[in-house]
């Protein structure tokens, strides 16, 4: 493997920043210092440039496989490291849904030939597989996800007595999808009764609501303090979910786990009018109040990480009606660059977002020598010019569906280098294809 040597980056790590040079060995972090005068094979002059461990995207659904002609591992990933995202953690509602341990493989296996991000995928759960979730191997496998509220694919788990058997028995995190079944239907009863089939998007968070999820998430929180399960809660989407969650004890300690998504930090349900279904994810957009509830909770610590949960469709599905357009929308290529924006809005800190993309996924999940900017560790490292505007718009939009939800967006970050294992798979706007990211280990 080539040496890089990064000159003169200000480094953001671990609650400060420095400047400093960094050398890149055998796709390690070989040494930090004030200056180094090594030889190397490849020298980025990042003076001015600010180097951030490399994200860790703990949810995206890169619809493969058999969903993709709307995204692939290959596509996405190209998007997610031109984002600043090197590891990814992909999700099991494919299809086939990832319910068994051959399936699970398959998707390393697609992923060890064309994924130029660092990767690792959920073993599914549903009402009757739960031998085959007993199966998974706690060391390379990111761990179990388990829709309690149903999304998009059929892998609702809403049996009691299998939910209370999976929380029980689980050899490692699970990470749940909480929506409460129930109160979704009869809130969309109750608008089919007064509207028929022309609901529109803007009633999305009355149907989806605030009081589903906080039943949904409180049960979770529930089932896991029984059991003493290792519990992470994506996605929060209301400010009544924050409080149910701990900020006085240190993460690695921590039982129960959230995230948050870049979406719900930036969004709100005013937003509706202009963007429409490319807005409509499960959990719904809320309102400004639940925003910022959200973001206040990521800044004191109840909520531990900021993910995406990327879920690309094509345009054409999302413009049919509201109750026939499907929920989620692309978010790997400007999730950092949405993050950096904020920090520019004073609205949280560059550590912090090292903190919350990189350290605390790492720690929450217990990766292997990723997620922190140490000797010892992979290279995963991201180098971005924090005053080099530029406008989000179809030329630039590397999403297989071709659309984002920020599109005409101007961000003041641009991305310019991203390492994944110690090689530069991405360079000011081009793409390296050669080389492939590597499976996430775990310490377990």
Known sequence: MKTILIKAATIVNENRQFVADLLVKDGLIDRIAPQIDAHADEVINAEGLYLFPGCIDDQVHFREPGLTYKADIHSESRAAVAGGITSFMEMPNTVPNTLTQELLQDKYDIASRNSLANYSFFMGASNDNLEQVLRTDVANVCGVKVFMGSSTGNMLVDNPQTLDNLFANSPMLIAVHCEDEATIKSNLNHYKQLLGDNIPVTLHPKIRSAEACYLSSSLAVELAKKHNTRLHILHISTGLETHLFDNTIPLKDKRITAEACVHHLWFTDAD???????IKWNPAVKKESDRDAILQAVLDGRIDVIATDHAPHTIEEKA??????????????HALPAMLELYHHGKIK?????????????????????????????????????????????ANILYKCGWSPFEGTTFRSRIAYTLVSGNVVYANGTLAEGETGKRLNFNR
């Open 350 to 394: 560059l550590e912090q977002i090292a903190e919350k993309m990189a350290h605390n996924v790492a720690t929450c999940f217990q990766i292997d020598r990723r997620g922190f900017i140490r000797e010892g560790y992979w290279a995963d490292l991201v180098l971005a010019d924090l005053n080099n505007p530029w406008n989000v718009n179809k």
């Open 320 to 333: 049919q009606p509201y109750l026939q357009a499907p929920s989620g929308g692309p978010l790997v290529q």
């Open 272 to 278: 509706y009018e202009t963007k429409g279904n490319l």
